[in-house]
């Protein structure tokens, strides 16, 4: 790895694909749906190996964290959006937390 900066553009994409990987699940019907479920696989390989080059660079605690909010917030979102899941407000203020701690996290001391 060569920079920080790399190395959270690369814990990013996996963010990303994380949630990919979570709504190929949800559409794969268990596994069930050939199509999605190569879909999810793929997604699934995809985030673990972008996960595991920026954690060779990236503090493991703020990394990890930052991921999960990712994923976290990512889910949500797909879930209102593609599942018609409610977004009530109780709901929006956990999802509003979670993206305040993630970048408190980020803006720590010691975050790389």
Known sequence: MSSNASAWMLLVVSGIADVVWAICTKYSNGYTRH??????ITALIVFLALLTQALKTLPLGTAYAVWTGIG?????????????????????????????????????????
């Not at 199509?35 to 999810?40: D, N, Q, R, V």
């Not at 203020?93 to 970048?103: D, H």
Request: proline fraction near 4%.
């Open 72 to 112: 976290a917030v990512g889910s949500v979102t797909a879930g209102v959006v593609l599942f018609g899941e409610s977004l009530n407000p109780a709901r929006l203020a956990a999802t509003f937390a979670i993206i305040g701690g993630v970048i408190a996290l980020k803006l720590l001391p010691g975050s790389a």
């Open 35 to 40: 199509g999605w479920t190569a879909a999810s």
